[in-house]
């Protein structure tokens, strides 16, 4: 059973009549439509009007008393708000059985077996379908590309944990932006730029605009945009390298707005389809060829987030293949070069030093540095090889061997899964587009005697 107070009886009948008429909705579906002040006697509810605070008196039946307060971080354009606010609507799937208990968080009401504090949500019937959120949200929106097995488990799992959605807010979310919102940690590597024309080529070529929102490297920052594409209602999402962000994405799965990343998924950002560039061929190269010049003893010096991605996974397990000692240490996540100093001293400084490195291309200047400083020359003392390209690192000497990605390629894919998925088919857990690629420079050369 769902509730939704900050809708006029009117709108939520028109709104909900359109969410309701799809596919896959259960039987014996019904509106109750009634005034604030009428008495719904079938559920023992009493009503009175009331602003935003409205709040539903239970009668003597088994409910407890629930307060409707204004949504937090929602701004005057919230098509929740207005001046109709304070009139309710109802929508019931089956009988009532008895008194109800409603909350609302992001856009969905939960009645039945209500606690302070604790609604169900999408997620939750996923995990309970033993699904992914995107296929708990395809099947019960009543999209065609769901096998019957996985929308009939999913059907279940809502139907025991009472879930229940607000039809009216997904009836007002119908109407499409024609906008793709999208986030990145920081807007200034090469790969992300490329990222972005990518996305904004295949964004074009349906019909589609890019919001686009730079973190700046905060997380903070990060939660802040997402919110914000919230309330722009953006019909899709693409994020670069999310992390620690799966709560702030809840109330896009909640309504079921197509959320994809890019290049990496961190920890907190739950299970969203991955738009990668498969780095293992790559990396297999790369170590290969140190392997070939004589190299023993490798190391990956990274922040503590970039340590937690596959690439960590491919150095340790090719090195091993070639009986090769790896080791990674960690950087601070910051934009003073001059931080790397220490980390590259100790290193370098130890009885058995690496004799080759690995590092993403933004911390190549503070090593460049910080190597010089000690009399250290590339690749006569240490070879070194960079994630990620750019045109000043082929102009160093010597130039920086890469292992580099087709940024545009990843913006392409990102922008044409959304944009398909819109239209109602999913992604796969993972695509892959293309694959990263090794290009070898004279930064490699053979082990230091």
């Not at 190299?295 to 090769?324: C, F, Q």
Request: glycine share 10%; hydrophobic share 40%.
């Amino acid at each position: 059973m769902a509730w939704n107070p900050r809708c006029s009886a009117r709108a939520a009948y028109a709104a909900s009549s359109r969410a309701v008429s799809g596919p896959l909705r259960p039987p014996a579906t019904q509106m109750l439509i009634r005034s604030a002040t009428g008495r719904l006697s079938p559920y023992g509810i009493t009503f009175s009007e009331r602003d935003d605070s409205t709040s539903a008196r239970p009668g003597a039946g088994r409910g407890r008393r629930a307060g409707y307060g204004r949504s937090q971080g929602r701004t005057s354009s919230d098509p929740l708000e207005g001046p109709e606010a304070g009139a309710l609507a109802r929508v019931s799937t089956g009988a009532g059985d008895g008194a109800v208990r409603p909350e609302r968080t992001s856009g969905y009401m939960v009645a039945d077996e209500w606690k302070p504090g604790r609604v169900v949500t999408l997620k939750d019937v996923a995990r309970h379908a033993d699904v992914s959120i995107s296929t708990a949200s395809r099947a019960l929106t009543g999209q065609r590309n769901v096998q019957t097995e996985l929308a009939a488990r999913v059907w279940a799992a809502a139907e025991e944990l009472d879930y229940r959605p607000n039809v009216a807010a997904r009836g007002l979310r119908l109407a499409r932006t024609m906008t793709i919102g999208a986030v990145f940690n920081r807007l200034e590597s090469p790969v992300a730029l490329e990222v972005f024309d990518g996305l904004g080529e295949a964004a074009h070529e349906h019909g589609y605009s890019v919001l686009v929102a730079n973190a700046g490297g905060s997380a903070g920052e990060y939660q802040v945009v997402l919110q914000r594409l919230f309330d722009q209602r953006v019909d899709a999402l693409v994020l670069y390298r999310p992390s620690g962000v799966e709560a702030q994405l809840q109330p896009f799965h909640d309504l079921g707005v197509p959320v994809v990343a890019v290049f990496a998924r961190g920890p907190g950002s739950g299970d969203l389809p991955l738009v990668t560039n498969g780095p293992g061929a790559a990396i297999a190269q790369a170590v290969a060829r140190l392997a070939e010049l004589g190299h023993r003893s490798l190391a990956y010096l990274a922040t503590p987030v970039e340590m937690r991605d596959n690439r960590t996974t491919h150095l340790r397990e090719e090195s091993a293949k070639y009986g090769i000692e790896f080791a990674m240490h960690p950087l601070l996540d910051d934009r003073d070069h001059a931080s790397i100093g220490p980390v590259v001293h100790d290193v370098m400084s130890a009885r058995h030093r690496p004799t080759g490195l690995f590092i993403r291309y933004r911390h190549v200047p503070g090593l460049l540095q910080a190597l010089n400083a000690g009399g250290l020359e590339i690749p006569r003392d240490v070879s070194l090889v960079s994630f990620g390209d750019a045109e000043w690192l082929q102009s160093t000497r010597p130039p920086i061997a890469t292992i580099n990605v087709d940024g545009q390629e990843l913006g392409r894919a990102a922008g044409r899964a959304v944009v398909e998925w819109i239209k109602g088919t999913a992604p796969p857990a993972v695509i892959q587009p293309s694959s990263a690629y090794w290009v070898d420079r004279a930064s490699v050369g053979p082990a230091p005697a």
